[in-house]
C-alpha cells in the first residue's frame, strides 16, 4: 500500500486504516482519499444508504450557517474538525462577504491539514493547523484570531467522533468560556436513534477505522450549548436549520441523521 503513497499523503498516516475525514471526503465526491476508505464507504453506503445524503445535507448546513452568521457581522471564525477541503469552504463563503475574514481551519487527520494548505496558500487572513479539538490551548493562542472580538467557532460533525472518556463537553466549555459576547457556536451531532436500521453494523464498521464514532441523544447534544442563546429554530435536523426554501426540508428530515444548532454568546 505505502508504494502508491501520493506526494500529497504525510509520511505519518496510517494508509491502511479508514479515516473519518477522508471517508467523508470520499462520500462528498472528493479525491483525498484512499482505497481503504472507499472499502469502507462501501461497506458503510451498504449498511447505511442514507450516509451519502446525510453528508451532503451536513455540508449544506455548515454553508448556510456560515453565511448567516458572516450576515451577523461575524469576520473570524476558527472551524475545528474542518475536514479536507471541499466546495463551499468556510473561508470561500466567510471571505465573499468580507475578504477581510480570518479563518482558522483545525483538523486531527494530516491529510486534512495538507490539503488545506495547499488551498490556502496564496489566500491571506486564511490558515489551517494541525490541531485536537480536546486540546483547546493551541487552538486559543493562534495569532490570526482576536478572541477578544467575536467569533464563529465551528465544531460540525466532529464531536460525535470523541467519546465521553475524551470529555467533549468540558472541551467545547473551554472553547465557549474564551470567546467574547456575541460569538456564535455552530455545531452539528449524530443523533441516538435506537430503532435505526444498520445502527449495529455501522458503530462495528467505525471501530475498525481510526476514527470511531459516538452518536448522542438531543439532550446530551443540548449541553455542549450550555450558557449560549439558540437562535431560530434551534437545535433541530440538519435540513429544518434555516433552509433557502421549504422543499430543502423534504418530508423526511430525520433521514439526515444529524441535529444542527447555531447559538449566540450573551
Ligand atoms: C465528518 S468530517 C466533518 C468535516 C466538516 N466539519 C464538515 O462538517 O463538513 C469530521 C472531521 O473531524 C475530524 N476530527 C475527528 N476527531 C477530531 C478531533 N479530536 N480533533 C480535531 N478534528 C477531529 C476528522 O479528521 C474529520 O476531518
Redesign the pocket.
Known sequence: MTGDRPSWAPESIDLDRP???R??DYL?GGAANFEQDRVFAAKLLEVMPLARSA?RL??A??RRAVRFCAEQGIRQFV??????P?AGNVHEIAQAADPGARVLY????PV?VTHSDLLLKDTPGAEAML????DPGPVLASPLIDYSRPVAL?????LH??PDS?EPHDAVARYVSALSPGSFLVL?HGVENPSLEGRAEVDRLYQESS?PGVRRTPDDITRFFHGLEFVEPGLVWTPEWRPDSPEDVGEHPEASLVFAGVARKP
Not at 472551524?79 to 479536507?84: L, W
Not at 465551528?154 to 466532529?158: E, N, P, S
Open positions: 479515516n473519518a475525514a471517508i467523508y462528498l453528508a451536513n455540508r448546513f455548515l472551524d475545528i474538525g474542518s475536514g479536507i471541499t483545525v483538523d486531527n487527520e486534512a490541531g485536537d479539538l480536546t465551528l465544531m460540525v460533525a466532529v467522533f470523541i475524551a452539528s476514527t
